[in-house]
């Protein structure tokens, strides 16, 4: 496979001293990776910029791009405004290689595939989701902690989930069973093919059914089973330290952000399950905008990062979980296990969730900007400001002020 060393598949630049910026937000996994880059390289040094959520990246992004200066050499962008960019296409280097032909999954490389042909982002990981779960804080609750009955007992609907939840309530632990009704709101809406707009890009957010439904379904249950803490939140982030919740939706992108942040707790495991079936949540790219002053050279490294063996590396430092197609078959995946949550067998059990995934939602230009707006009005029913109804009217009304 190319890519197998830091220099294979290429040439070494002719030119000194090249310093490469590169831009990513929470976390990818590569910061053993770059040291690695740069002693097979050492003309070139790596200055990473990471952004702390997907949001703070896009508008550094889109405000960047706008300027029309101030951009990294490469750029990660997260594939919910992925579509967006796509518009702005001629702003990216064609990465296109036969170096890079095959490497990744056919849904993966076409999402960032423009009408021209261009291909103008490289792959990362993609989001296949299970179950996180405190074993800990199940068995002061008299519920199983195996992961095997784990997955039994949240079973494979919301209703399922949520009835775990209470039953977990209902033996007084006094802790929550999520984390907030915006991260439980992205395993549901995943799982519904148009769920803001039509194929033709037609906006139907506000008269969906199914959005009507899940956004009741999930503020029910959070009334009573979530800890009201907005994912990022530095709340949210010191709640990892003292029994914040006990569950979690958990892509494999998010194992890495749980063992950070839960540094020095015991008890975290993975159940293999999810609800509603399977679920996929994220994924990233990475982009050479035509501001970098070393497109090659960004080139060169985007291509190294996204080879199957640097995306096995970065799975077993942070858990996200390789699109490439190479990786995706091998030994070395499929027999990983995690020693922070409970060694458990990471790597078949994301594969399983990801072979769960029956549904790729429709992610259109407006995409991102709807379900930010979402994620506010999620918000606000949680803290209080609003009502459920008063939240939704003011959706509609922010949704229809896209366009």
Known sequence: MSGCSAGAGTEQSADKNVKLTVATFNEFGYDDLFGEYEKANPNVTITHKKAATSNEARDNLTTRLAAGSGLSDVEAIEVDWLPELLKYSDQFVDLTSDDVKDRWLDWKAK????????????????????????????????????????????????????????????????????????????????????????????????????????YTSVLDASSTLSAHLGQWSDDWTASFQNNGFATMLCPGWMLGVISGNAEGVTGWDVADTFPGGGGNWGGSYLTVPNQSKHQKEAQKLASWLTAPE??????????????????????ELLGATNPFFNNAPTGQILANRAAAVDVTPFKGEFYFAINDAMQQALTRVEDGTMTPDQSWAQWTTDVKALG
Do not use: H
């Open 111 to 214: 999402a960032a595939t423009d009408a021209d042909g261009r291909l103008i982002a490289y792959g990362t990981d993609i989001g296949p989701e299970g179950v996180c779960y405190r074993s800990d804080l199940f068995a002061a609750a008299g519920l199983p902690t195996d992961r095997a009955e784990v997955a039994k007992l949240l079973g494979t609907s919301w209703d399922s989930y949520f009835a775990a939840g209470k039953t977990f309530a209902a033996a007084g632990t006094n802790v929550p069973w999520f984390d907030s009704a915006g991260a439980t709101w992205q395993g549901v809406v995943n799982q519904i093919p148009n769920a803001y707009e039509k194929k033709d890009g037609t906006i139907i957010a506000t008269e969906n059914p199914e959005v009507k439904a899940a």
């Open 310 to 331: 640097q995306q096995l590396k970065a799975f077993a430092s942070k858990g996200t979980f390789p699109s490439q197609v190479d990786a995706l078959k091998s030994d």
